[in-house]
Structure formats: structure tokens, C-alpha cells
T-cell receptor, first 115, second 111 residues
Framework: DQQVKQNSPSLSVQEGRISILNCDYTNSMFDYFLWYKKYPAEGPTFLISISSIKDKNEDGRFTVFLNKSAKHLSLHIVPSQPGDSAVYFCAASSAESTSYGKLTFGQGTILTVHP | DARVTQTPRHKVTEMGQEVTMRCQPILGHNTVFWYRQTMMQGLELLAYFRNRAPLDDSGMPKDRFSAEMPDATLATLKIQPSEPRDSAVYFC?????????FGPGTRLTVL
């Protein structure tokens, strides 16, 4: 049972445009959400996070939006750069699992940014 | 700089053989996770430890997989016997509070 879902396996965007990666979750106990970025032959690295008390968190070109009623979050990258090409994983945790640092990951979305 | 290390980086083996993957977590991190990356499931959590004690290994096939932390600087994941469906990239991650830091992974191919 996939509690965190990324329904788009891949996304292709032109350099300079906006990239929007989407993530849906089913567990209403999730209250902390993260995005990880993964390059080939490397492990995932933390990108940005958001707590359920917020609906937006911004860090440079990266913004994460959270819609709790829809159980949906999205990552916006503006402007997109070729170096952003990677696999992006959405992850979530609940207050209980956070105490152990446990995260539930989605399947990942491959982002390709064309020059 | 501190990072999670994993060995080997690549492993090719034949069906039925034992495979051992090793992980050195970041010094001071008290939680260690083992994940498997597949195309269909993304990052699946196999097992995790807090202060070297196993907290949850429900994600692992118990009959063939085992995970241990002999000491604070070493975590191991063993598969015996290995099967072709075990072919995947296995990641170790360590953390202290919330955020997890991943190693580069072990790419396992079982023929």
C-alpha cells in the first residue's frame, strides 16, 4: 500500500521554465514532508521540507506547497536549470515516526531539463 | 566532510550465493536505515536501527534477509540465498533528528 505517491514517472522541461513535481499522500497522520534529489550513482540528498503548519516554504529557486485538505504537495523549481536534471523523491513522516526519523518515500519522478 | 559510506559499490553474483553489504554511518548519528530502490516501488524501507537496536525490519523478506549493527560504526545487510529479484540498488542512510543522509548505494545484480 503506497502511502506516498508520485504519479508522474518523468517530466521534461525547457531551461528557464518552471518545473512542477507533484506528490500525493494517503496517511492523514503525516505532518512533515521532504523532497530529496538524486543524481545517477549517488544517494538521495535533502532538498527542502515543509511542516504541516505551513502551506508554503521557499528556498532560493525551490518552493514547496502543501495542500492538506487535498493531501497533496508540489515542488516548484523556477527557473529550471540543466543541473536540476535528476530523480526527485517526495517523503513524509508522522509525529510518531518522526521520533525515530522514519520517512515514507514515493516512487520518484525523473526530471529532465533541456538546454 | 562527514558522509555515509557503503561497500561494495557494485556486486554481481550468482543466484544462491550469499551477499553482504556494509555501511558506515556518520559518526554521532544514532539511527541507521536500509532502503532498496526499485523502479516500481521507489525507495522501500527494509529495516532501521536506533542506537544499534533494530526498531523495524518488517520491510525485509525474513527468510533470506538479515540486518545487524555489530557496533556503532558498522551496519550490515545480508541476503542468503540471493535471487535474481533481489537485483536493485541498496542504500544505507543515517540520521540524528528527522533528516536522513544517504550513502552512495550498492548496486546488486543477481544472475
Amino acid at each position: 500500500d503506497q502511502q506516498v505517491k508520485q504519479n508522474s514517472p518523468s517530466l521534461s522541461v525547457q531551461e528557464g521554465r518552471i518545473s512542477i513535481l507533484n506528490c500525493d499522500y494517503t496517511n492523514s497522520m503525516f505532518d512533515y514532508f521532504l523532497w530529496y534529489k538524486k543524481y545517477p550513482a549517488e544517494g538521495p540528498t535533502f532538498l527542502i521540507s515543509i511542516s504541516s503548519i505551513k502551506d508554503k516554504n521557499e528556498d532560493g529557486r525551490f518552493t514547496v506547497f502543501l495542500n492538506k485538505s487535498a493531501k497533496h504537495l508540489s515542488l516548484h523549481i523556477v527557473p529550471s536549470q540543466p543541473g536540476d536534471s535528476a530523480v526527485y523523491f517526495c517523503a513524509a513522516s508522522s509525529a510518531e515516526s518522526t521520533s525515530y526519523g522514519k520517512l515514507t518515500f514515493g516512487q520518484g519522478t525523473i526530471l529532465t531539463v533541456h538546454p | 566532510d562527514a558522509r555515509v559510506t557503503q561497500t561494495p559499490r557494485h556486486k554481481v553474483t550468482e543466484m544462491g550465493q550469499e551477499v553482504t553489504m556494509r555501511c558506515q554511518p556518520i559518526l554521532g548519528h544514532n539511527t541507521v536505515f536500509w532502503y532498496r530502490q526499485t523502479m516500481m516501488q521507489g525507495l522501500e524501507l527494509l529495516a532501521y536501527f536506533r542506537n544499534r537496536a533494530p526498531l523495524d525490519d518488517s520491510g525485509m523478506p525474513k527468510d533470506r534477509f538479515s540486518a545487524e549493527m555489530p557496533d556503532a560504526t558498522l551496519a550490515t545487510l545480508k541476503i542468503q540465498p540471493s535471487e535474481p529479484r533481489d537485483s536493485a540498488v541498496y542504500f544505507c542512510a543515517s540520521g540524528l533528528l528527522g533528516e536522513q543522509f544517504f550513502g552512495p548505494g550498492t548496486r546488486l545484480t543477481v544472475l
